[in-house]
């Protein structure tokens, strides 16, 4: 029987509670494959759908030309720029996405990768595991300090600030780079400093970079930049793959120009520049900024409410909390968009 409800597609599994909630308002398609569509089955399975949730994917602006349905992309993270927007706004069809839900789990890892690389944690482990632990040495694994360093964060948004509050604990004097100053009352709070971006280079123990990709911030840190900080600093990258250059961080790394990197975002992921695998100063993760099941979670219910309420249903029906293309209302047909 054909059902009235709209269609959406999900790109990847999800918690079953959060898919059975989006059932109760849709009829669902999950990809449960495990593995990323490709952008010819993303454009195929998405052709006849009003919604998508997006999670992880690169959705191509083909998809947008060819799903005349297609009101909302309701995107499992806070960061969108696998979003088509110049081809969805035109069309009147919203992007959302899931902010503030994962700040404090994000900041952990940046700092599990902070500490892990000035302590050369992941260095020190294959060390005792390879069996090369024979006996002491004064300078044996030896690190840079974290307490009382010099902590410089860009990009101070909510999860920088979370990174921020955190040097809090480790008496760090906190530098930071923003496009805009913070308002003095979280400065304040926060006992950080805005300085122009190559200061904070210059002068941090620890980078970490924190803001959103945009096409003014790719390879924001290239040759010029890693040249500016200390031989003894670390860089650590929770933000997005692009906006490193990670051949000119390669290069860097191997002629020690810094101390290491801790990385969990890259260049063309799920791919690696390979040198990155040959370093033993650079701590890997694979883009697990916001993987605890609780995040997760909330991630996803956050998704589903803004992909409930874009597609015209639920209680906030027409009001998606996290619309990040609000122009896309100009652009909405009369009848048959989403029912904002
Ligand atoms: C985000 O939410 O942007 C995280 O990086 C996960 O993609």
Same mark, same amino acid.
């Given at each position: 029987?054909?059902s009235?409800?709209?269609k959406?597609l999900? =790109?990847?599994?999800i ?8 059932? =109760? ?14 952008? #010819?089955?993303?454009?195929?399975r ?11 994917d ?8 060819? &799903?005349?349905?297609?009101?909302a ?5 806070v ?13 009147g ?5 899931t902010?503030?839900?994962?700040n404090?789990?994000?900041a952990d890892?940046g700092w ?18 390879? !069996?090369k ?9 030896t ?6 360093? =010099?902590?410089?964060?860009v990009?101070m ?7 921020a ?5 480790? @008496?760090m004097r ?28 210059r ?10 990709? =945009?096409?003014? &911030? ?11 900080m ?18 000119a961080?390669?290069t #860097? ?11 969990d975002v890259f260049? !063309?992921e799920p791919?690696l ?17 916001? &993987? ?10 956050l ?5 409930? &309420? ?5 209680p ?17 047909? #009369?009848?048959? @968009? #989403?029912q904002?």
């Open positions: 029987m054909q009235d409800k709209q959406i999900v =790109t990847h599994a918690f079953p509670d959060v898919i059975a909630r989006l059932q =109760t308002h849709f009829d669902v398609e999950v990809n449960d494959s495990g593995t990323a569509l490709t952008e #010819a089955e993303l454009i195929r998405g052709a006849d759908k009003d919604g998508l949730m997006v999670i992880g690169r959705i191509p602006a083909e998809l947008i030309a060819q &799903a005349p349905r297609l009101k992309l309701a995107n499992m993270a960061g969108y720029n696998n979003l088509p927007l110049d081809a969805m706004t035109p069309r069809i919203v992007g959302t996405n902010p503030d839900v994962l404090e789990t994000t890892l599990a990768l902070l500490m892990a690389t000035a302590r050369r944690i992941t260095e020190a482990e294959h060390y005792l595991r390879a !069996g632990w024979q006996s002491w040495h004064y300078d044996m694994l690190g840079v300090d974290i307490h009382g360093a =010099t902590l410089g964060v990009g948004g909510r999860i920088g600030q979370a990174v509050r955190r040097a809090l604990g480790f @008496g906190v530098i930071y780079h923003n496009r805009s100053q913070v308002a003095p009352e979280i400065e304040q709070a926060l006992h950080a400093e805005w300085v122009d971006r190559d200061t904070l280079l002068q941090a123990d620890h980078v970490v970079l924190v803001l959103p990709y =945009t096409p003014q &911030a790719h390879h924001l840190i290239g040759a010029r930049e890693l040249q500016l200390k031989p003894t600093a670390t860089l650590v990258n929770i933000a997005r793959g692009g906006i490193v250059d990670d051949a961080l390669v #860097a790394l191997r002629e020690k120009r810094i101390a290491g990197a801790g990385l260049e !063309g791919a520049h390979p040198g990155l695998l040959e370093l033993n100063n650079v701590v890997l993760t694979p883009h697990i900024g916001s &993987a605890s099941i609780p995040t997760r979670r909330a991630m996803a219910n998704a589903a409410d803004n992909l409930i &309420a874009a597609l015209g249903v639920g906030h029906a027409g009001n998606p909390p996290n619309v990040v293309n609000p122009d896309a209302r100009l652009h909405r047909p #009369a009848s048959g @968009g #989403a904002a």
